[in-house]
């Protein structure tokens, strides 16, 4: 099975908005106003298509809250969650 691409959502403090990014790009995939509009059910999913792919979620201050993946039968086995 091919790996999954990873990807990071954080917080813009110039845009003040919420940013994902592949992880290693410049460029953003998506923007969203709040954390909210980006983790409500299934966007994440929809951005990230068919491909899928593994979201680690930061709190505003830069910890990391959560990673999700998708689609969620891709998850690997071994992980906790």
């Known amino acids: 099975m091919?790996?999954?691409p990873k990807y990071t959502?954080?917080?813009d403090e110039k845009k003040d908005d919420w940013v994902l990014k592949e992880d290693g790009a410049s460029r953003a995939k998506r923007r969203?106003?709040?954390k909210a509009d980006?983790?409500?059910g299934g966007v994440l999913s929809d951005v990230?298509?068919?491909n899928g792919g593994?979201?680690?979620i930061q709190k505003k201050?830069?910890?990391y809250q959560e990673e999700r993946t998708f689609p969620r039968s891709r998850d690997p086995k071994k992980s906790p969650g």
């Open 32 to 34: 969203f106003e709040t």
């Open 48 to 50: 990230l298509g068919a």
């Open 54 to 56: 593994s979201v680690k």
């Open 9 to 11: 959502l954080s917080h």
């Open 38 to 40: 980006a983790t409500a």
């Open 61 to 63: 201050d830069g910890k």
């Open 2 to 4: 091919a790996k999954l």
